[in-house]
């Protein structure tokens, strides 16, 4: 099988309107490979997988890195609560990559404190933000930080994630391994200094080449500058001092439900009044 080869997972994206994006296997590797040393996964563990495998998360962050890092695959078939404690209890799991709202709901589970969820090294996801106190609980308890990332189905998922080491909350990382971003005017095209909100433009070898039979939906995709082919993410952001990236809005409000997009088109004004919004002092 060549790098060449087409693989269309379809999206919502900020149109409202399902395209298929051109994966080719290079894409699709790029991040199942570098989630061996950016999550630690080893030959021998067990990942927790519960998002559907025709989701880009899934399919990506579940299926083929498991696989490619030699680890046990434990699927759930749907999200139930007890059944996912006693999976990652009697399975041993050591990874579990989820969206906020399961980790939400198996924390409030009664009687959850007497399962033993010891065996997990990594919790992690994106599509929303991990509330404070939901987040306090899982560290007081299994000493664990939840790692939130950002990724679209046309970049295989992650294009930021938090390293393990130095995680911030409600943030979405900083660039993962091969990929570039930057935050620039949604008009203008042009960069944004430190602090400014903007649209969030990637590059790196994940972005999928184009969508499906939709040429003007690609070219309106994309912009080159630097020498470098941009996907146009449709997200608003911003960047701090450090390189981590956080969310503010979206170019085109979508509801969220449970990874999924659904909803209308918004205007480009960001949402100045939520604390994500607002540039730090």
Not at 115 to 123: E, F, P, Q, V
Not at 138 to 145: A, D, I, N, S
Not at 183 to 197: A, M, N, Q, Y
Not at 242 to 264: H, W
Request: with cysteine; aromatic share 6%; glycine share 10%.
């Amino acid at each position: 099988m060549g790098t060449t080869s087409r693989c269309r997972p379809y999206t919502r994206g900020t149109t409202g309107a399902a395209k298929g994006c051109l994966h080719t296997h290079a894409t699709l590797m790029h991040n199942a490979i570098a989630a061996g040393p950016w999550l630690d996964m080893r030959p021998g563990d067990a990942v927790l997988v519960v998002t559907p495998m025709f989701h880009i998360t899934g399919l990506v962050m579940g299926l083929l890195a498991a696989v490619r890092h030699g680890c046990r695959l434990v699927l759930l078939p749907r999200w139930e609560r007890q059944m996912a404690a006693l999976a990652i209890e009697h399975r041993r799991v050591t990874h579990w990559p989820n969206i906020p709202t399961m980790v939400i709901d198996l924390q409030a589970m009664p009687g959850i404190e007497r399962a033993d969820l010891s065996s997990l090294r990594y919790i992690g996801g994106g599509g929303a933000a991990m509330p404070e106190a939901v987040a306090d609980q899982l560290h007081q308890r299994l000493g664990l930080t939840y790692l939130e990332g950002y990724g679209l189905t046309e970049t295989s998922a992650p294009t930021h994630t938090n390293p393990r080491h130095a995680a911030r909350r409600h943030c979405l990382g900083v660039p993962y391994v091969g990929t570039q971003a930057r935050i620039v005017d949604p008009d203008t095209l042009e960069s944004l200094p430190v602090g400014e909100v903007g649209e969030i433009l990637v590059s790196g070898p994940q972005v999928f080449r184009g969508y499906w039979r939709q040429p003007q939906a690609t070219e309106a995709a994309f912009v080159e500058r630097d020498g470098r082919r941009w996907f146009r993410t449709g997200d608003l952001g911003r960047m701090d001092a450090d390189g981590y990236f956080y969310m503010a809005d979206r170019l085109k409000r979508m509801i969220n439900a449970s990874g999924f997009k659904v909803g209308r088109p918004k205007s480009k004004r960001c949402c100045t009044a939520t604390p994500a919004c607002r540039k730090p002092a």
